[in-house]
């Protein structure tokens, strides 16, 4: 067994502050490239985003998420599940989770959560879930999509609560997009 004299401590940590130096350059090296790449990339990503996203007082913005809608080959077994699991309670009229909007509290929406039957054509082409947008100006936003060459479904809605359309994105997933109706005041 080999004893330790204080002459060999020193110069075993003179060798680990020469090695942890020698190694120590490089790191600060690598890390300051990294911070400028992600400092460029997050600047990259503003300035795209500034070009595409329209101002807050701009009229055809997303507002929120109007509804989640899923299939299941057991829908109301799926039902069950999520009312018990994680009280998602959906007795065949679907869930209603309301919220209100930051900047104007007074204003309330509703995402919708629903389980759809595994052959329902309402999401079609062919996915499994698609995901409704609550927008504020339905023909602002659609006007603006078509000038940007996003593929639009030609088909409309117009129910009791509301307007309905339909885009798709660059993989080919349906998406809803939802203008409620403002409530008449009494």
């Not at 807050?56 to 913005?61: A, L, V």
Request: net charge positive.
């Amino acid at each position: 067994m080999t004893t330790r004299t204080p002459d060999t401590r020193y110069r075993n940590l003179h060798m680990l502050r020469k090695a942890m130096s020698v190694l120590f350059a490089p790191a600060v090296l690598l890390l300051s490239v990294c911070f400028a790449q992600q400092q460029a990339s997050i600047a990259a990503n503003a300035a795209g985003a500034k070009e595409r996203v329209p101002m807050p007082s701009e009229r055809g913005r997303i507002l929120g998420i109007g509804g989640i809608f899923f299939k299941s080959a057991n829908q109301q077994q799926t039902r069950e599940w999520y009312g018990n699991h994680l009280g998602l309670v959906d007795k065949g009229g679907d869930v209603m989770l309301p919220w209100r909007e930051k900047d104007n509290p007074e204003k309330e929406h509703v995402t919708v959560w629903t389980v759809f039957p595994a052959n329902t054509k309402y999401f079609e082409p062919s996915q499994a879930f698609m995901v409704d947008y609550i927008v504020d100006d339905l023909d602002a936003l659609l006007e603006r999509l078509q000038k940007e060459g996003v593929k639009i479904d030609p088909k409309r809605q117009d129910a009791d609560f509301g307007r309905f359309a339909w885009i798709y994105d660059p993989d080919g997933n349906k998406i809803e997009l939802w203008q409620p109706l403002t409530p008449k005041k009494k």
